[in-house]
């Protein structure tokens, strides 16, 4: 008996061979959003394709690199001036707070122009408001800069509330508030992931859940 049990038995140093699997990585995947652009307003020029965006150091007469040595430290009593002397093509002189014909205006140009223009526009301004150029980074840590540092916070705060507003109020039903809301997430994803401007692009989410527009 025991020696046909032991004819049936696997011999005990018999192991069964297999690879040991690799261990995952620790580092988060990121993958970036694929978003379809409209038709309006792009065109096949490397110049406003924002694939080609890493090897281009915003090209054009109105870029920053453009105006590297035209833009100055501007004392703040010209600045104050200059906004206070401010007209606009969109503002009427005599306009009143979210003014009809203001909203209708934006609300087309934000419907009717490449989220990837609107991008660089904003890149521009965040630009010159943060004085780049003449070590304005620098300078709003000390005391100095601190009419710089309310320029910063005034055009991140007048950011905000443009994206909230013309969300909530540019459209005149559901369909239209969707529509600016895609073009504003478009805008976000060229501002972070084509420019690089994480200052901007902080403002436009500031703006989807700002709470005191409601």
């Not at 580092?27 to 080609?52: A, L, Y």
């Amino acid at each position: 008996m025991n020696s046909e049990n032991d004819d049936n038995l696997y011999p005990l140093k018999q192991t069964a061979s297999f690879r040991i699997p690799p261990k995952p990585s620790r580092v988060p995947s990121f993958r970036k959003p694929v978003i379809r652009h409209s038709e309006v307003g792009r065109t096949s020029s490397p110049k406003s394709n924002p694939r080609n965006t890493s090897n281009l150091r915003f090209e054009g007469r109105n870029s920053p690199i453009a105006e590297k040595h035209a833009v100055s430290d501007i004392p703040s009593d010209l600045l104050n001036q200059q906004a206070l002397t401010y007209t606009s093509n969109i503002l009427q002189p005599n306009n009143k707070p979210l003014d009809a014909s203001a909203m209708a205006a934006s609300k087309k140009l934000l419907l009717h122009t490449d989220p990837f223009k609107i991008a660089k526009h904003i890149t521009y301004h965040d630009y010159k408001v943060c004085q780049i150029n003449t070590k304005g980074l620098e300078r709003m840590f000390f005391p100095v800069g601190r009419n710089l540092r309310k320029q910063i916070i005034e055009r991140y705060q007048c950011m905000a509330f443009w994206v909230a507003i013309t969300v909530l109020s540019g459209g005149s039903d559901i369909d239209e508030m969707v529509d600016i809301l895609n073009v504003y997430i478009q805008v976000a994803n060229e501002l972070v992931h084509s420019l690089g401007n994480v200052f901007g692009f902080s403002a436009l989410m500031h703006g989807f859940v700002l709470t005191t527009a409601c």
